[in-house]
């Protein structure tokens, strides 16, 4: 049948699989953790990248493609913090029949790639910033539940690295780039999220500071990582001896920055806005917005709603719309009604015969349902209002939904509590890597342990003497704490 087996709020992970196949944006694959991206999440993987790639562009930022292979030699440059990643790491080890000499890993990220490179370009003041961007696949090979979109061994991302003569320019291009990534997620994708300061223990660890914006998961009580921009301080500078030379002819370290997001956005937007029919496409993002059903009736005039159908998509795609007609004669229209809402197509348009009759159509939303008869003359604009309207509530929907999975906890009862109904926690804490590693220890359970996600740049107010949640001490500043992906 055409609907969904699985219920989101009852098994949301078989919902999910359910969901993402029958909306046609996964074909799963004979590799495990790895699947095929289908047109229609492709679309929506492009509807980003054009918006994003138009914003670098602006801060001057270019667009380069370094290889896909690493050599060992380059990657061990990064010893202290790779040793923790290297399990994920896939390497090539022979070409046909034989053996390689020396195997040769496969990109899990490029700093090392690139950063040799950049040594060699940059030798003077004059030759920074230096600003570069790529739009590429990486590979980790993961063996924690692989998750479509969320969790792959191979996924698509952009990877940003930017080089330059101060820490000033890098503090600043990092908050930068953060907004952006907020923008995607927040005026594309429908979905609040929270910028924030990751913290020591959670950092990427070759670098100096990690902002990200945090997403939240409500049927699984887990944040999500949805984006990460870091200052790499002068670290890779000193691995990888990128130096140059100052105007007062000395020679120094530049500060540098590296920033992604990946095609894990797609998943996010799935599982925050998807229901029990299915997919539910936020219209900035959709590459479908509008799809136009002819409901035609036995002694009706088909030829003339046919033709009234085409006429509509006409009206729609000329004033920028993105809308077709599904004019299938071997398909009922119910049977489209569901097709179109599985795979979350923002509005429906109905033209029966009353509705040609009275030169108006019949325009159904997806998110909530409701039924709007549009004259023709009034198509565009009433059209573009519901878009507007729907991508609206669909944003504040998910946000009061985030809102109230969020909970304060002062005192270590209050967060296991709260981690028990599947929240989000805000926790005053003395910001000591110890308790934060006591946190996760006496968190830890087969639903996986509580962490920190960030702390917020908007911090909420700290009264003299309020107590760290966990530890008791003075606590320093506020951060949220959930258990994650
Ligand atoms: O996030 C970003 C933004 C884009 C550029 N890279 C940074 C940091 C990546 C951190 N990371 C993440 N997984 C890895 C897996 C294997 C080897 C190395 C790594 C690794 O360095």
Redesign the pocket.
Known sequence: GLGLTNKKDENFGEWYSEVVVNGEMIEYYDISGCYILRPWAMAVWEIMQKFFDAEIKKMKIKNCYFPLFVSPAVLQK?KD??EG??P??AWVTKSGQSELEVPIAIR????TVMYPYYSKWIRGHRDLPLKLNQWCNVV?WEFSNPTPFIRSREFL?Q???TAFATKEEADTEVLEILELYRRIYEEFLAIPVIKGKKSELEK?A??FYTTSVEAFIPNTGRGIQGA?S?CLGQNFAKMFEINFENEKGEKSMVWQN???YSSRTIGVMIMVHGDDKGLVLPPRVASLQVVVVPVPYKDADTQGIFDACSATVDTLCEAGIRAEADLRDNYSPGWKYSHWEMKGVPLRIEIGPKDFANNQVRAVRRDNSAKTDIPHAELVEKVNQMLEDIQQSLFVAAKEKRDACVQVARTWEEFVEALGQKKMILAPWCDEEEVEKDVKARTKGEMGAAKSLCSPFDQPELPEGTKCFASGKPAKKWSYWGRSY
Do not use: K, L, Y
């Open positions: 990064e913090h790779i990643f290297a994920e790491v899990p990220t490029s700093e980790r991302w990877e940003g690295h990427f070759g670098g990460t870091h590296s920033w992604a």
